[in-house]
């Protein structure tokens, strides 16, 4: 028996005794510390598309990342490149309409492969936004040749007009009509990464069809929507997960703007401290709690593996040539005027009937957490969305969503709600990780029988290295009745100190 399984053992043997024990002195029985995250379900490969499942499972291997951050990326990217291009109707006779643009978000600690794992699967996207570039910037070249050509056209006008204005005006007239200017190339666009909601309003009126925004590190894009006057940022990026609706900006100074269209889907990652912290503002009445956060449908978070293995092979070239041609031909997709409407065939439209009955009568039946309702509501776009995206990526000629389309799209809603589970958890459930910590030091007798926050600090233990981190952590350690605190009168500042339950430190 390893040195772990004797003190798991010790301390459950503790715990028997003492939960048998009457009260001692006053001091109540503690009661277990909750959880600190629900389990949530491994990723399965068959989850994702035939044609890019190889290239996706070869990152994470290669990587020795969980398979979550790449596929996410993956798919969140190809969203991306069909926007609003192509919408589904799911139901077959309303005329609702889904535009499949998702947003994704990957949640893992620092040094678990987050950003290699998205900057893997987005490659093919960043390669599409090179090959655009440079295909701009030589168009841009000849049209700055034709503007300039334009120019001294109509200068040399100007000189032969006022040559002969007083023989012939009115050919002086005709002479000095504006010369019409070539208009300038868009530039096909596909990943942005830092820009202004201005900005971004500017580049989605030449790319109307949308495109991705990613950040790496997503929290301080959160955080800074959520500073004062920043209402119009969250406004505009509510609306951008739409994908269908038009949007207008009003400035002094540069006018108005309308941008047709707002279609946006956004990747990112985040640190499980900082998301965390950002639900229990979000479900709160904070500045979040306007359903920005819940629209990351596509959020995981994964258990990573304390075990590692060095791998060191060739990335799989057909695999990765396999996915590089669904990016290219997704990308290629052209639109006259109106999207391309899927349905769903028959078969599929049985199947998504009978789920979203299921699932409208789950959401309404007040037995979940609000802010999990919120999160799942979006689910009414991600199944049908992502149905889309699957028959897109590996039926394109079909023109119909099947039912194995749909039933991996459902596979993937229950494989999503363990993530989102877990994630709202942080909304009901403390932060226990500095407790156990704390708690594993009171068992041992390092701190006797009384202490305050300011002791613990001076110990720099992980996760306790403040007083205030220290303060957290008394406080839910007192909150089931394993200390008690009091404020200690000294003449100046009171201090708080917490005073040890004997059945803690083994003394009962």
């Known amino acids: 028996m ?7 053992r010790l301390e459950a043997v503790r715990d028997s005794i003492n939960s048998a024990l009457p009260l001692l002195d006053g001091w109540p029985i503690p009661a277990p510390l909750p959880e600190a995250l629900p389990p949530v379900a491994a990723f399965d490969p068959d989850l994702l598309p035939e044609e890019i499942r190889e290239w996706v499972m070869d990152i994470a291997h290669r990587m020795q990342a969980p398979a979550d951050f790449a596929a996410v990326g993956a798919i969140t990217a190809l969203s991306s490149l069909i926007g609003a291009r192509a919408v589904v109707q799911p139901k077959a006779k309303d005329d ?6 998702l947003w994704g978000l990957i949640i893992g600690s620092p040094g678990v492969m987050k950003s290699p794992a998205l900057a893997e699967s987005l490659r093919p996207l960043n390669k599409l936004e090179a090959d655009a570039r440079e295909v701009w910037e030589a168009e841009h070249e000849a049209w700055q040749l034709d503007a300039k050509v334009a120019e001294m056209q109509t200068e040399a006008n100007a000189r032969e007009a006022k040559g002969c204005v007083v023989k012939d005006p009115a050919k ?40 991705l925004a990613y950040r790496d590190e997503i929290y301080g894009l959160l955080k800074s929507m959520d500073r004062e006057g920043q209402e119009g940022a969250r406004a505009f990026y509510l609306q951008g997960y739409d994908g269908n609706q038009s949007y207008t900006f009003d400035r002094i100074g540069r006018g108005t703007v309308r941008v047709e269209r707002v279609c946006l889907a956004m990747l990112g990652g985040i640190q499980p401290g900082r998301i965390q912290s950002y639900v229990r503002d979000a479900v709160s009445g904070g500045s979040g709690d306007d359903g920005l956060l819940q629209r990351f449908a596509l959020t995981v978070w994964p258990d990573v593996s304390g075990s590692f293995k060095n791998v060191d092979v060739w990335p799989d070239t057909h695999a990765k040539q396999r996915a590089r041609d ?11 005027g109106e999207p391309t409407v899927w349905r769903f065939d028959d078969a599929s439209q049985s199947i998504f009937n009978e789920w979203r009955e299921e699932f409208e009568t789950e959401i309404r039946g007040g037995d979940l957490h609000p802010a999990l309702v919120a999160h799942l509501s979006k689910y009414r776009k991600l199944i049908p969305a992502l149905a889309l995206i699957f028959a897109m990526i590996d039926a394109p000629e079909a023109g119909v969503i099947e039912d194995r389309h749909l039933m991996r799209s459902l596979a993937w809603g229950d494989y999503l709600r363990t993530h989102a ?15 156990r910590s704390l708690l594993t030091k009171l068992r041992g007798g390092v701190l006797g029988a009384s202490f305050t926050p300011r002791e613990v600090a001076r110990k720099c233990w992980a996760g306790l290295g403040t007083s205030e981190a220290a303060r957290k952590a008394a406080d839910i350690l007192t909150d089931y009745d394993y ?8 003449g100046g500042r009171p201090s708080e100190q917490y005073t040890v339950n004997p059945r803690v430190r083994g003394t009962a």
């Open 421 to 435: 589970e877990r994630l709202y958890s942080a909304a009901v459930t403390p932060e226990t990780g500095a407790a």
């Open 172 to 211: 002086a007239r005709d002479l000095l009509r504006p010369i019409e200017l070539p208009v300038s190339p868009p530039e096909r666009r596909f990943i942005v990464n830092d820009a202004t909601v201005e900005k971004l309003g500017e580049l989605m009126g030449a790319n109307p069809w949308g495109f």
């Open 2 to 8: 390893n040195a772990y399984a004797s003190t798991e």
């Open 483 to 490: 200390l008690q605190r009091e404020i200690v009168q000294t």
């Open 96 to 101: 609702w309409r889904v535009v499949p643009n």
């Open 326 to 336: 669904v990016f290219e031909r997704l990308a290629g997709i052209s639109v006259e």
